[in-house]
């Protein structure tokens, strides 16, 4: 299936484009640090797995057409993270993922960026019943997805971890609740 996902989504503060190899190194400053990937790869990664997890998130714009988006600040042209959707094939359905440099959190930077994601999603892709897969014990996520609207769906087991299932708001239902 193909479908018309934009190159580039803007906010007020953030620029958010397709990853590439140029992100590397930007983003292993992310992914070298265990305590923000303790929830998500389980570890600080090595350059080389760095590498590997951006090439992930390239090619998954070549399976699915659509993916993590690289974010940029505006106002730097720094690279801060990335945010945007995500399938990989052991997944329970497509979500929306987010994950900042520690130095750029709790900023609004996530919520911005994945607020135009949602949008986005909206638009283009309204039969995607996206998700965010958050292990149990990350409250600053859990936080993040209730701020977005999503509600708790169930807890499954994931990876050897508990991990919560939020369920981000339909666009076809609130189209029908707004009368479009």
């Known amino acids: 299936m193909s479908y018309l996902i934009p190159d580039l989504l803007e906010s007020e503060r953030l620029i958010l484009r397709i990853p590439n190899i140029s992100d590397w190194k930007p983003l292993h400053r992310y992914y070298a640090d265990a305590g923000?990937?303790?929830?998500?790869?389980?570890k600080a990664l090595t350059e080389g797995e760095s590498w590997r997890t951006l090439a992930a998130m390239i090619g998954h714009w070549q399976i699915h057409n659509y993916g993590p988006y690289t974010v940029v600040e505006k106002h730097t042209g720094e690279v801060i993270g990335v945010v945007g959707l995500w399938y990989p094939g052991d997944w329970p359905a497509p979500e929306i993922k987010w994950a900042l440099l520690a130095s750029k959190q709790g900023q609004g930077y996530a919520r911005e960026a994945a607020n135009a994601?949602?949008?986005m999603a909206a638009q283009q892709l309204p039969d995607l019943h996206l998700i965010s897969l958050i292990h149990e014990d990350n409250r600053a996520s859990i936080?993040?997805?209730?701020?977005?609207g999503a509600v708790l769906e169930e807890?499954?087991?994931?990876?050897?971890?508990r991990f919560n299932i939020y369920r981000h708001r339909d666009p076809?239902?609130?189209a029908q609740d707004s009368g479009e």
């Open 36 to 42: 923000q990937t303790r929830y998500t790869t389980g």
């Open 117 to 119: 994601v949602w949008q």
């Open 143 to 148: 936080n993040l997805a209730l701020a977005l």
């Open 155 to 161: 807890v499954i087991p994931f990876r050897g971890s």
């Open 172 to 174: 076809k239902l609130i």
